[in-house]
């Protein structure tokens, strides 16, 4: 079983990514791999990037239902370390449709980021999207 899953011909491969720029880029590459479910349950990705911010592969950490996800710190560090990322962007949905940040999204990205720091990775982005819109917490 895979654990992650780096970028294949047989999805999309990093070429074909444009350089991780802005979260506008983060929103569109988020929503290019995500599945069709976005409105109906809460999910979590991470993008692995390398140091010319380029995606070398991205991961489903975590599908949970319309209120929540639980996102495995550990599995975010170890496919980070698999990847050999720089850096990683974190990308969650609500399916409500809402763009604010809850206190847990923002908790989390603490802790998912003092997490990464020690192995000298950094928490680049962490973007809520839906359907309409996109927002950056960072």
């Not at 192995?119 to 839906?130: A, E, G, K, P, R």
Request: glycine fraction near 4%; aromatic fraction near 8%; include cysteine.
């Amino acid at each position: 079983m895979k654990r992650f899953e780096l970028i294949t011909k047989s999805h999309k491969t990093k070429w074909d990514f444009p350089t991780v720029t802005s979260s506008d880029v983060v929103a569109e590459v988020a929503k290019s791999i995500w599945s069709k479910d976005i409105d109906i349950r809460e999910s979590f990705y991470c993008l692995y990037l390398n140091r010319a911010n380029n995606i070398n592969g991205y991961a489903v950490i975590a599908t949970g239902g319309y209120t929540a996800v639980n996102v495995d710190v550990r599995m975010i560090c170890k496919i980070a370390l698999d990847t050999l990322a720089i850096g990683v962007i974190l990308v969650h949905n609500h399916p409500s449709g809402s763009l604010k940040p809850s206190t847990a999204d923002i908790e989390m990205t603490k802790k998912i980021d003092k997490a990464l720091k020690l192995f000298d990775i950094q928490v680049l982005d962490h973007v809520v999207i839906t359907r309409t819109g996109h927002t950056s917490i960072l």
